[in-house]
């Protein structure tokens, strides 16, 4: 390729990638739990995708496909380390793809005081769980992106993120005052969002 070449190619990259810089190290802190990792990940997958960028689909999603080296490079690493991967399959997914459960069976109200409990309890979520979570409901992808994502059915991600909210709330249950679960606000449910890298939660009705 002429170096005009590599140059528009390069321009055009920076263009598309550099505002989902803080959007990837998010994503890529929660998967390692730790910032150096964090950061090691995100400059290989800039790397990755720089050289894999001729091979782009323009008019396709470069977000998701950001997303996607990011996490392929994240289990190759664990992988080849020989870290012992904590993805397994819940019961129901090799069988009919679950509906997701909009709603939980009570309200959650957490304030920002309670980020430090949110946080722990998504940390406690298997990986499979995790991503989900924190592509959904803190990047705020749709199902279809994360799918892509995750190389998974958009019915697979309704039910795992189902299930991952579930979770997340059975936890906070363990630690904060328990909830009347005949609250009048009963039909809400909470969703998780990132605020400069911090979990908390959002009740949405």
Not at 4 to 18: I, P, V
Not at 79 to 102: F, H, I, K, N, Q
Not at 160 to 187: G, Y
């Amino acid at each position: 390729m002429l170096p005009r070449q590599n140059e528009e190619l390069s321009a055009a990259f920076e263009e598309l990638a550099l505002p989902l810089l803080n959007p990837l190290y998010n994503f890529a802190r929660w998967l390692t739990g730790n910032g150096d990792d964090a950061d090691d990940l995100v400059q290989e997958t800039y790397l990755k995708s720089l050289r894999a960028f001729q091979s782009f689909q323009r008019g396709t999603n470069f977000r998701a496909w950001m997303f996607q080296i990011l996490r392929n490079t994240f289990l190759s690493a664990r992988t080849s380390s020989g870290a012992r991967m904590t993805v397994p399959l819940d019961a129901d997914e090799d069988g009919p793809e679950l509906a997701v459960a909009y709603e939980t069976p009570e309200t959650i109200l957490i304030d920002s005081s309670n980020r430090k409990l949110v946080r722990s309890a998504i940390e406690k979520l298997p990986i499979h769980s995790r991503e989900v979570i924190l592509l959904c409901d803190m990047e705020e992808m749709s199902y279809r992106e994360i799918a892509d994502i995750l190389s998974i059915p958009i019915g697979t991600v309704m039910s795992r993120l189902s299930r991952a909210r579930q979770a997340i709330c059975e936890e906070l249950r363990k630690t904060l005052q328990p909830i009347p679960r005949n609250s009048a606000n009963s039909s809400c449910r909470v969703r998780f969002a990132a605020d400069n890298g911090e979990a908390h939660s959002r009740q949405v009705c």
